[in-house]
């Protein structure tokens, strides 16, 4: 690549002055200061020892590729907005559904009961559910047999141990599981209703009432 600027020729001081007020780290910017510099170098350069083509071009790539990744930051971030849009749209289809998340509440009242589940990792041969009351008294146990890896929704009846029913009040359940000899990871799962949706600026929440508030991937199961 040729350049033909004579060794003594005048700069324009406007192109310099309008070149050098840019100081920010924008491609804009860094491109300005790099053809102010470019025109220094040509007019200083050694007639015997000129500027090398190669890097000429290397610097000239350095300045696309940096106004290339501001231009691709601003579409990420029009499209992670859109994202979060849809999100919130998405999440708020679940308002006056049941969900199950992590915990371990059983609530029991009118002579009905809210559903108790368990997430597995792996699968199991044999697996129960123990259930208590508010002192930590064991009040009923039921069998949930063997399971597959994944999540997994019961009722309990609300049958105590003595063939009674239980009174209504807020109860707990906790999984064992087992595959074999080999105890397993058994995370409980307790139901939860549904009010609403809050969005902030970064997140989009679940308003499950006196439950909290979970973000959707939290939620385990849709009922």
Do not use: C
């Amino acid at each position: 690549m040729a350049i033909s600027v004579g060794v003594n020729e005048s700069l324009d001081p406007s192109v310099l002055s309008s070149s050098s007020s840019s100081s920010g780290n924008s491609a804009q910017d860094l491109q300005n200061q790099f053809l102010t510099m470019l025109v220094t170098q040509l007019q200083n350069q050694d007639p015997t020892n000129p500027m090398d083509n190669s890097q000429l071009t290397t610097q000239l790539a350095q300045i696309n590729t940096l106004s290339g990744i501001e231009k691709l930051n601003t579409t990420l971030g029009s499209i992670s907005g859109q994202i979060n849009a849809n999100q919130s749209l998405q999440t708020s289809t679940l308002i006056g559904h049941g969900v199950m998340v992590d915990g371990s509440q059983v609530l029991v009242g009118s002579g009905t009961t809210t559903p108790f589940g368990v997430s597995l990792t792996t699968a199991s041969t044999a697996a129960s559910a123990t259930i208590k009351d508010a002192s930590g008294n064991t009040v009923s146990t039921v069998d949930l047999g063997a399971l597959s890896a994944g999540v997994h929704t019961f009722s309990w009846d609300g049958t105590l141990a003595d063939g009674s029913t239980a009174p209504d009040g807020k109860y707990t359940v906790s999984i064992a599981a087992s595959n074999g000899s080999t105890q397993l990871v058994a995370q409980p799962l307790n139901y939860a209703y549904v009010n609403g949706v809050i969005t902030t600026d970064d997140t989009t929440k679940l308003d499950l009432g006196t439950m909290g508030s979970v973000t959707l991937d939290e939620v385990r199961q849709i009922l």
